[in-house]
C-alpha cells in the first residue's frame, strides 16, 4: 500500500504537472475516506446491532417482524406500491424520452426546462398539490366525472392508489433522464434499417430499440424502485392510515413506539432487499451491457 | 409500350428552402447495377432515402411495374438496403441479424434456418453466425448488411456508399464481391459512390449527379466518350480543359480559335447556355498526341515541357501552351518521342477534332 503511493507520487512529480500528483496520491483522501467509512458503514453496523441487540441479544425482532401478518402486509405493500411506480415510470418515461430525442431541439430544451424546474420545487409542495389534484372534489375527479367515466368521485387519495400516483410523478425525472442519454446514442440509422427488413413499428420497437434501450431502462428502473422502497414523504402525506408502507412504519416504530430494536430490523431487511435486486441487475445487465452472451 | 420496372418520374426534394433533388427522371430496367455518381452534397443519398420511403418527395412519383411506391410504408415496400454506416443491431448475432426480415416476415424456423446459410455461403461468411457485430471487421460488417438485405429476395437493392469507410484493398475485394452476388442474384441494384473508379467498375449504367440534377445517364465509356455538360466530362476520367472562342457553329459542330490564332474546326458542340462566344474545348489526355519537332503534314499546338512522369505502361506529360493553360498527355511507354524528353522541352500537341468537345 505505502509503496504503490511512493510511487505514483514519484510519478507525478516526474510528470511535472499539478493534476495527476494531486489525484495520484491517495493520502489527502484519507480523511474524507474515514468520514466516508464513519458516516456510510457504522450507521448500517450500528442498525444490525440494535436489530439484534434491543431490548435483548437474539432474533427475537425478526421474528416479529416475519411472523406477523401485519407486518408481512407493510412489507408486501411496499414491493407492490414501489413495483408499479416502477413500471408505470418505465411505461410513461420510455415513450417521454423518445419523443425528447425526435422532437425539435426548441421543444425538447422546453419539455426539459419543465422537468428540471418540478425537480427544483419543493418535495412537500408538490406533492400538497398532488393531495389538492386527486381529493374528491379535486380537478381529477372533476375531469373523470365530466367525460362520463365515473358517476360519483373517486377515492384517490389517502390510500395506496394516492401513494402510487404521487411517487410515480416524483419519480419520472428519474427514468427519463438516463433514457432520454441512451436513446439518443442509439444510432437512428438502425431503426431505419429495421424499417427496411419489414419490421413494422411495434416489431422494430420490441426488437429493435427496447432491447438497445434496455441498459437505460435497468438503470432508471433499478434507482426508482430502490428510491421508492424507502420513500417517506408521499406515502405520508398521500397515503392512508390503514395501508402502511415500511418507511412509514419505521417512522412510526421508531418515533411513536421508540422500538429501536423492531425498527432497526425493519430497516435492516428493507437494505438487504435492495442490496440483493442491486446484485440480481448488475449479474443481469452487467454482462449484456458489454456485449457478451 | 412495356411497363418499366422502375421509374423515377420527375422527383423533387425541398428541404425548407434548400432544393436537395430537382427534377429527376431515370428509368431502370430489371437486373441493372446502376450508380448514382456525384460529389457530396448533389442529392445521391435524398433520391435513394426517396425510394426507401424514409422522405416523401415535395413533387413527383416512384413506379415500380407501374404501380407508385408513394403511398407504400417503408416497412411494406421489400426493398433492401445497405447502409453508408454500419446499421446491423448490435444486441443480435450475425446469423439473427440476417434472420431479423425472415421472423418479422413470420417464416417457419426451418426456412428461417435454411436461408441464413444460404446467404452466410453466398456472402462467404459462413461460420460466422455465432459473432456478435461489434466482434467483426467492418469489411464483415457491410458482408453481413448486405446478406440481410438480400435474405427476403427483395427486387431492388439500395447501396448507400457502403464501402466508404473501408480502405482501398477491402473496398476492392468487396466491389468484386458485389458484381459476382449481382450476377449471381439477378437483384436489381441501385449504388449511390462520390468514386468514379467504383462506379465506372461497378456498373451497367451510371447517372451522374450535380446539384440535385441528374446531368447524364449512361455506360461509363458513353459518359467519357461523349459527356453532356462539363461537369460530367471533369467527374468521369481525366481530362484537359483549355478556354477558346467560338467562331462559327452549326448542326452541333463548332470552329474554335485556342490562343489567339489556334483555330480547331469541327468540334462536337454542348450548349449550355454559358458566356457567348466564350467555351472550353474538352480534349482527354490519352487522345493527344505528341511530337518532338515542328510536324509538317499538320499543324501542331506548339507547348513547352513542364513535368515528365513515368507511370510504368504510361508516361503523363505536363505541358504548358504558349499563352499559360496547362494540358497533361498521357502517352503509352515506347512512344517514339518520349525518350529523352524532359523538362523546358519544346513540343507539338495533336487531337482529333472529332474527339473533342466544347462546352458553352
Ligand atoms: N434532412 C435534411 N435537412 C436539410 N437538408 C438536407 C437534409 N438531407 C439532405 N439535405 C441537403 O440536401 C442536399 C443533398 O444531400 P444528399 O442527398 O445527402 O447528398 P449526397 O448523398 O449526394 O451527398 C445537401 O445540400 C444537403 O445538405
Ligand atoms: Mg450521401
Redesign the pocket.
Same mark, same amino acid.
Do not use: N
Given at each position: 500500500m505505502s509503496s504503490l503511493t511512493e510511487s505514483r507520487s514519484v510519478t507525478g512529480r516526474q510528470g511535472g504537472r499539478r493534476m495527476p500528483r494531486l489525484f495520484g496520491e491517495v493520502g489527502p483522501a484519507l480523511p474524507a475516506f474515514l468520514l466516508i467509512v464513519f458516516f456510510f458503514v457504522a450507521p448500517v453496523v450500528a442498525l444490525l446491532l440494535r436489530s439484534v441487540l434491543e431490548p435483548v441479544p437474539g432474533l427475537q425482532n425478526y421474528e416479529t417482524l416475519l411472523g406477523s401478518a401485519t407486518y408481512i402486509g407493510v412489507f408486501a405493500n411496499t414491493f407492490i406500491v414501489s413495483t408499479v411506480v416502477t413500471a408505470a415510470a418505465l411505461a410513461i418515461g420510455f415513450p417521454v424520452a423518445w419523443a425528447l430525442v425526435v422532437m425539435p431541439m426548441t421543444w425538447s430544451r422546453i419539455v426539459f426546462a419543465i422537468l428540471i424546474l418540478s425537480m427544483w420545487t419543493n418535495l412537500l409542495a408538490r406533492t400538497y398539490a398532488w393531495m389538492v389534484l386527486l381529493q374528491r372534489t379535486g380537478l381529477i375527479n372533476k375531469m373523470l366525472m365530466a367525460v362520463g367515466l365515473t358517476d360519483e368521485p373517486l377515492t384517490l387519495v389517502n390510500n395506496l392508489t394516492g401513494v402510487t400516483i404521487g411517487m410515480t410523478y416524483i419519480m419520472l425525472p428519474f427514468v427519463i433522464l438516463p433514457l432520454y442519454g441512451v436513446i439518443s446514442n442509439i444510432d437512428k440509422a438502425v431503426l431505419r434499417a429495421a424499417a427496411l427488413c419489414g419490421a413494422n413499428r411495434w416489431q422494430a420497437l420490441t426488437r429493435v430499440l427496447l432491447p438497445l434501450a434496455a441498459p437505460g431502462m435497468a438503470a432508471g428502473g433499478l434507482m426508482v424502485f430502490v428510491m421508492s422502497l424507502g420513500y417517506f414523504v408521499t406515502p405520508a402525506l398521500l397515503g392512508g392510515t390503514s395501508n402502511m408502507m415500511l418507511a412509514e412504519l419505521i417512522a412510526q416504530l421508531v418515533q411513536s413506539l421508540t422500538d429501536w430494536g423492531l425498527g432497526s430490523a425493519a430497516a435492516f431487511v428493507l437494505l438487504l432487499s435492495t442490496l440483493v435486486l442491486y446484485g440480481l441487475m448488475l449479474k443481469f445487465f452487467g454482462t449484456s451491457r458489454l456485449g457478451g452472451q | 409500350m412495356t411497363v418499366p420496372f422502375l421509374k423515377i418520374d420527375g422527383i423533387r426534394?425541398e428541404? &425548407?428552402p *434548400?432544393v436537395? *433533388?430537382e427534377d429527376v427522371n431515370l428509368t431502370i430496367e430489371r437486373g441493372e447495377l446502376v450508380t @448514382?455518381l456525384?460529389?457530396?452534397?448533389?442529392?445521391?443519398? %435524398? %433520391?435513394?432515402?426517396i425510394l426507401a420511403g424514409f422522405?416523401k418527395p415535395t413533387l413527383g412519383d416512384i413506379r415500380l411495374n407501374g404501380q407508385t411506391l408513394l403511398s407504400t410504408p417503408s416497412h411494406q415496400r421489400n426493398i433492401g438496403m445497405v447502409f453508408q454506416r454500419y446499421t446491423l443491431f448490435p444486441h443480435l448475432s450475425v446469423g439473427d441479424n440476417i434472420a431479423f426480415p425472415l421472423k418479422v416476415r413470420r417464416k417457419s424456423k426451418a426456412d428461417v434456418t435454411e436461408r441464413v446459410r444460404e446467404m452466410l455461403k453466398l456472402v462467404r461468411l459462413e461460420g460466422y453466425e455465432d459473432r456478435k457485430p461489434a466482434m467483426m471487421s467492418g469489411g464483415q460488417q457491410q458482408r453481413v448488411a448486405l446478406a440481410r438485405a438480400l435474405a427476403y429476395d427483395p427486387p431492388i437493392l439500395l447501396m448507400?456508399?457502403p464501402l466508404s469507410a473501408l480502405d482501398k484493398k477491402l473496398r476492392d475485394e468487396l466491389q468484386h464481391e458485389i458484381r459476382r452476388i449481382h450476377h449471381e442474384t439477378d437483384v436489381t441494384i441501385l449504388y *449511390?459512390t462520390?468514386d468514379q473508379e467504383e462506379a465506372l467498375r461497378l456498373s451497367d449504367r451510371i447517372a451522374v @449527379?450535380s446539384k &440535385?440534377r441528374i446531368d447524364q445517364v449512361g455506360t461509363g465509356p458513353e459518359l467519357y466518350a461523349d459527356p453532356a455538360t462539363r461537369f460530367v466530362a471533369e467527374f468521369v476520367g481525366d481530362s484537359d480543359f483549355l478556354s477558346c472562342r467560338v467562331t462559327h457553329s452549326q448542326g452541333g459542330r463548332a470552329n474554335v480559335v485556342l490562343g489567339g490564332d489556334f483555330a480547331v474546326e469541327g468540334v462536337p458542340l454542348h450548349d449550355e447556355r454559358g458566356t457567348p462566344g466564350e467555351g472550353a474545348l474538352l480534349l482527354r489526355p490519352e487522345r493527344i498526341d505528341l511530337s518532338r519537332s515542328e510536324p509538317t503534314g499538320w499543324r501542331g499546338l506548339p507547348v513547352r515541357v513542364d513535368d515528365v512522369t513515368f507511370l510504368g505502361s504510361n508516361v503523363h506529360v505536363i505541358a504548358q501552351t504558349g499563352w499559360g493553360e496547362t494540358v497533361s498527355v498521357r502517352l503509352p511507354f515506347g512512344h517514339e518521342h518520349i525518350s529523352g524528353l524532359s523538362r523546358g522541352d519544346e513540343a507539338w500537341l495533336r487531337f482529333d477534332p472529332n474527339e473533342a468537345h466544347v462546352f458553352v
Open positions: - | 426534394k428541404y &425548407g *434548400v436537395a *433533388v @448514382f456525384g460529389p457530396s452534397g448533389s442529392g445521391k443519398s %435524398t %433520391t435513394l432515402y422522405e448507400d456508399e *449511390v462520390h @449527379f &440535385g
